[in-house]
């Protein structure tokens, strides 16, 4: 656990007791020995991962700093878990009002604590993990904000019996406007498959007998689709094994000494948040990779992505010692269509250019790659069996783009498209031994590429609206 803790207790025995405790754990450990000496820290030097707050300070209370820190938009997000030395239900209510993300008190075992704190970690480094993703992917001047409206949380409850979820539902219900609704945990197993992922799951465990909750926690800590759900555990009693377990499982929190409705409320409301503000995050992170490699006016593919596939496709190639299938590479150029920008406009061509890319993308197979290389011109790559079989593929798109005018309907005409089609074979590339063109992938799209732009010119040179296939001189 390679993690940065500041350590804030204004009596030096506790100090050095917490730092005994998580000695091995944290690759650096500060102290503080007053609020106003943890703020400076935290203001003017690196953020670190965990904030350890003691319960005796000189000037503020643990749980005023603990509030004073989630004001500071800087600091929000940063993890506090706070370290009483007699705290009882209240104090820890209160902490957890305040922002906590746990309260514990001196007399728990090392484990377990650590256990704690290994879930806030990997929590904290998912998140950083996101956001510097994001930031370094991040288009300048259009970044957008992280807020918006959410619905109400949906939280299930995976009971042990019938009455105990009812009884759940109807405290929680008094508490919260989560959506919430039980089941039991085996019926939950039984029904993974067809599983609806919630916002949240709240875990009943038995201490006496918890493997089947832990079961359940492991299936769902296992599933894409409930992968990303935060999960609580609630303990029926206090015990340091099994919190523990679940904790290492994957629970996001636990619950150590049985139901709570006002402390559950607490904790799914920090943990919900922390887990939509991630999920948004990691939204934006894979719209920002479907950007890079999209084209934003026919929603194909685009060059950055497409040169990399064809160098994978002849990588592969070139590594099979018997022929597995051919495959087609193919340059689609709109013929004439510079008369349509000058004639109509830009705003007619752009409308020209996503109705020819819908057209040639639905006749093509899903797995097949259609690419916006630049301009008019499109990069059609497919399996095939041989150059028959290509050039029957496009042939089949240059008659449906020529099929049926371009209708334009703010201008109200119907305009006429034709596209030329220059192929090459990939085993034509792969048998020449490369001596041409060098022995790498890269040189091998390359080529690929140059073959299908000679015959398409050649195409052009024979009027337009045709297919040609590149032969060697």
């Not at 089947?212 to 894409?224: D, S």
């Not at 703010?410 to 090459?424: C, E, F, H």
């Amino acid at each position: 656990m390679a993690a940065r803790v500041l350590i804030v207790d204004s009596i030096s025995a506790n100090r050095i007791l917490l730092k005994v405790k998580l000695a091995g754990a944290f690759s650096q450990v500060e102290h503080a020995a007053s609020a106003g000496e943890a703020l400076d820290l935290l203001e003017t030097g690196a953020t670190p991962d965990l904030l350890v707050l003691g319960g005796d300070l000189i000037d503020i209370s643990a749980i005023d700093l603990c509030a004073l820190v989630k004001e500071r938009p800087k600091l929000a997000n940063l993890p506090v878990l706070l370290v009483h030395t007699d705290g009882d239900r209240t104090d820890r209510i209160e902490a957890l009002r305040a922002g906590a993300d746990d309260v514990f008190d001196m007399s728990v075992s090392t484990d377990a604590l650590l256990a704690r704190i290994r879930s806030i970690v990997r929590g904290r480094n998912s998140y950083e993990e996101l956001r510097l993703r994001d930031r370094a992917g991040r288009i300048p001047l259009l970044a957008e904000t992280l807020s918006g409206f959410d619905s109400p949380a949906s939280v299930l409850l995976a009971v042990r019996t019938k009455t105990e979820g009812a009884q759940w539902q109807a405290h929680l219900s008094k508490l919260t406007p989560f959506g919430l609704r039980h089941q039991l945990g085996a019926d939950i197993m039984r029904n993974m498959g067809q599983f609806t992922a919630p916002d949240a799951i709240m875990i009943s465990l038995s201490v006496s007998a918890p493997e089947e909750a832990l079961r359940l926690l492991a299936e769902v800590r296992a599933r894409a689709a409930t992968r990303q759900a935060a999960v609580l555990v609630v303990l029926d009693e206090k015990d340091d094994t099994a919190r523990i377990n679940a904790l290492d499982l994957g629970a996001n929190d636990v619950i150590a000494e049985g139901f709570d409705a006002e402390e559950a409320v607490l904790r799914l409301d920090k943990m919900i948040a922390r887990k939509r503000l991630t999920d948004r995050l990691r939204q934006r992170v894979e719209d920002g990779l479907t950007a890079a490699v999209t084209d934003p006016l026919t929603g194909l593919f685009n060059r950055r992505y497409a040169m990399p596939h064809l160098t994978k496709m002849a990588q592969r190639a070139k590594g099979q010692s018997e022929p597995q299938g051919d495959f087609a590479v193919m340059l689609a150029d709109l013929d004439h269509f510079k008369e349509v920008n000058d004639k109509y406009g830009h705003a007619a061509g752009d409308i020209v250019l996503a109705e020819i890319a819908r057209r040639m993308r639905a006749n093509i197979k899903s797995a097949d790659l259609i690419a916006r290389m630049g301009g008019e011109e499109f990069l059609v790559v497919v399996q095939t069996d041989n150059r028959e079989s290509a050039a029957n593929v496009a042939q089949r798109l240059c008659d449906v783009v020529r099929a049926e005018p371009v209708y334009l309907r703010g201008q109200d005409v119907k305009i006429p498209v034709t596209v030329s089609i220059g192929v090459a074979m990939g085993s034509d590339m792969l048998e020449a031994k490369k001596a041409k063109f060098g022995g790498g992938e890269d040189s091998l799209a390359s080529a690929l590429i140059d073959q299908a732009d000679q015959a398409l010119y050649g195409a052009k040179a024979d009027g337009r609206d045709k297919v040609l296939s590149y032969t060697a001189a």
